[in-house]
């Protein structure tokens, strides 16, 4: 995998050459499923190490910093399986890249975006040491920005209520994907002449499936 074999550093993944950039989609419906099995992993370990920290200990590096770099290994693994699932020319690639992010949503919104403890380490810290740690105006503003998108989300409401917001958010990411792929799945073709292609390149014209009649 990709992730594996290219350069991390502060868990970014970093794009050297071709080949990286290749590895970065899986090749086949086990190594799909693998992929985000080893992300849940990592990401429940990484954010473990935040709610380990004690509030009094708190940074922008080990707290702030350091989940910011969880979506950005997310983003790694998940964003080339959103590319299959709507382009992949394999219907059982776009198929299994379908099933794990439908797998991977409720995992996310559990331990990440909806997961309280985690909410309320970030809270304590923007509370507390980050009024007194020295920060930029970019930081500054990106701890606004979080808590905005925090009680946007509904982690200001009370559980039952949170758990209501759950249930609608996975509803709703579940809609959306099966329309993606009702989408990916349409298998509608046009047909053409070859007079009817005058003027397209003819190394397109030859990559292009034809019916009996050569159309």
């Known amino acids: 995998p ?26 086949s419906e086990g190594e799909i499923q693998a992929r985000v099995q080893n992300l849940k992993k990592e990401v429940k370990a990484a954010i473990h ?6 509030n009094n200990k708190r940074t922008f590096k080990n707290t702030m910093q350091a989940v910011d770099s969880v979506g950005v290994l997310v983003g790694a693994t998940m964003s080339p399986l959103s590319l ?3 382009v992949s020319p394999e219907k059982s690639i776009r198929d299994a890249a379908y099933a794990a992010i439908l797998e991977w949503q409720p995992f996310a919104q559990e331990e ?9 380490a970030i809270r304590a810290y923007v509370e507390g040491n980050a009024k007194h740690e ?5 930081q500054r ?4 920005e979080t808590m905005k998108s ?10 039952t209520e949170l758990e209501k917001v759950k249930k609608l958010n996975t509803d709703l990411t579940e809609i959306t994907l099966q329309f993606d792929k009702n989408i990916a799945d349409v298998d509608t073709r046009i047909l053409f002449t070859q007079e009817e292609l005058a003027g ?8 292009l499936k034809k019916d009996e009649s050569g159309n």
């Open 134 to 138: 020295k920060l930029s105006a970019e």
């Open 49 to 54: 190490e935040v709610l380990a920290i004690p």
């Open 150 to 159: 925090y009680r946007r989300e509904g982690m200001f409401l009370s559980s």
């Open 84 to 86: 299959l699932q709507e």
């Open 112 to 120: 990440v975006s909806k997961n309280v403890d985690l909410f309320n």
């Open 200 to 207: 397209v390149p003819e190394q397109i014209i030859s990559s």
């Open 2 to 27: 990709f992730i594996n074999k290219a350069e991390r550093s502060m868990n970014m993944c970093i794009v050297k050459n071709f080949d990286d950039v290749k590895n970065l989609f899986p090749k």
């Open 141 to 144: 503003y990106y701890l606004d």
